[in-house]
């Protein structure tokens, strides 16, 4: 598809989280930027990532989402 091709190979980083934190997609940039594989994304919840000193402040507005 064209769309995901695109979407796929963005310069910018995009991602889609389920409500349980994990990670329903993350595209190539994401990955590449965060220097993590698509296995160890599947391993991953959304605050794996977060720098600890902004996991409460991100918490509060993941809930709220």
Known sequence: MICRDQVDNASYMIQS???DGSFLYVNNTWMQSLGYGRKEVQ???FFDVIHPDHRGHCTEV???L
Do not use: E, T, V
């Open 17 to 19: 989280i389920a409500p």
């Open 43 to 45: 391993r991953l919840k």
């Open 62 to 64: 993941f809930h709220n």
